[in-house]
């Protein structure tokens, strides 16, 4: 999910309703679902076209639309697209997307972050369902009443069941390679905001069941910096079994430098589920950005890139050496997909980026 500190004045609602659970739970159903691999196929991606004034700024609001509608045209030269708005949007999305392949679902939202509102899905016994993960406004820090009831909403429009847990945790807090291994961050997930008094064993227990995980990769992460405690989606992420991409902080300003080299010696040491030593590669943030205006909160790396069927959406920032070398990695790790940058400074502005705004929908 996004990176955005929500210690900055004017820009984000707080103070958000605390959710504690679900009103029920499945625990030991005795079904056994699995959460696929980001890479495998897609039936679609589901998109919240949600930005709003009181929590984007008047300023900034129509560009992280025009990103949006950017990342959703590109996405849908892939695969489907479906895009949640609220009515009174409904004219402006559909002049922004321009006549693209992308359905538009009105409902009530209160935020554009699908990655974190949304479901996480998962297949297991011939059937496919959405996980809730309880979304609770990433501790209470923003307003999240109409975004805790997108996930139960997006597993009604896909016509799947919705499975129940009272674990807190968000889909960008979550990274998997299909084959039973888990990367996390302990920064968000055992954080006392979400899941007070979980410790690790009962952290994995409950994606054993839920997500068909046998081992859970734990990087520290870092709380309290940005408004997600340090989401897994902007440090590290599967290209495939076996092989991750981190991320790598050169500006020794940056509250990411030390944990980036700390998260690398982890994974660099790691093991997967099926007992096999990670191959690990980097992306390196830019050094220079094109945004005029980039704050602290500035989402400035190329992890939390987008795999979707046959393509890669992945950000550029103006600087020349690192777009390349992002986009040379990526085609180096994806040899079957067509890599696409495009420009989210907007989006990069509010602390986001393009995995954040997208959930896939693996097919039937």
């Known amino acids: 999910m996004e990176r955005r500190r929500f210690m900055r004045s004017g820009m984000w609602t707080l103070g958000g309703l605390l959710l ?75 002049s ?62 896909a016509g799947v069941e919705t499975v129940h847990t009272d674990l807190v945790l968000e889909g ?58 340090g989401h897994t989606d902007f440090y590290a992420r599967f290209a495939r079994p076996g092989v991750v991409v981190a991320g790598l902080d050169h500006n020794e300003e940056s509250f990411d430098y030390d944990v980036t080299r700390r998260h690398l010696d982890i994974l660099h040491n790691a093991t997967d589920a099926q007992g096999r030593p990670l191959e690990v590669e980097t992306l390196e943030a830019p050094s220079e950005l094109r945004y005029q205006d980039a704050g602290d909160d500035f989402a400035a790396g190329y992890i939390n890139f987008y795999v979707c069927n046959g393509g890669v959406i992945a950000p550029e920032f103006g600087d020349p050496e690192t777009d390349s070398a992002a986009h040379a990695t990526l085609t180096r790790l994806f040899p079957d997909r067509q890599v696409v940058q495009i420009n989210i400074d907007a989006v990069a502005a509010g602390g986001g980026g393009i995995h954040c705004t997208t959930q896939q929908e693996p097919v039937d």
Do not use: Y
């Open 96 to 157: 922004l997307l321009g006549g693209a392949k992308v359905e538009l679902i009105v409902t009530e939202i209160d935020d554009l972050w699908m990655r974190d509102t949304g479901p996480v899905f998962v297949k297991g016994n011939g059937t496919k369902a959405g996980v809730d993960f309880n979304f609770n406004g990433w501790g209470g820090k923003q307003q999240h009443r109409r975004d805790a009831k997108v996930a139960t909403f997006v597993d009604g429009r």
């Open 172 to 229: 960008g807090g979550l990274e998997v390679d299909g084959e039973g291994t888990a990367i996390i961050t302990e920064s968000c997930v055992l954080n006392n905001n979400r899941n007070r008094g979980w410790k690790k064993s009962d952290v994995e227990a409950e994606l054993a069941h839920l997500l068909g995980i046998r081992k859970v990769i734990w990087l520290p992460g870092i709380a309290g910096h940005d408004i997600t405690d």
């Open 20 to 94: 504690t659970g679900c009103d029920s739970a499945e625990p030991g159903d005795g079904r056994s679902w699995v959460m696929p691999d980001e890479g495998a196929p897609h039936k679609r991606t589901w998109m919240a076209f949600g930005a709003s004034e009181a929590i984007w700024g008047r300023d900034l609001l129509p560009q992280v639309q025009r990103d949006l509608a950017r990342i959703a045209t590109t996405i849908a030269r892939f695969e489907p697209v479906s895009m949640l708005v609220r009515q009174q949007e409904l004219d402006l999305a559909r």
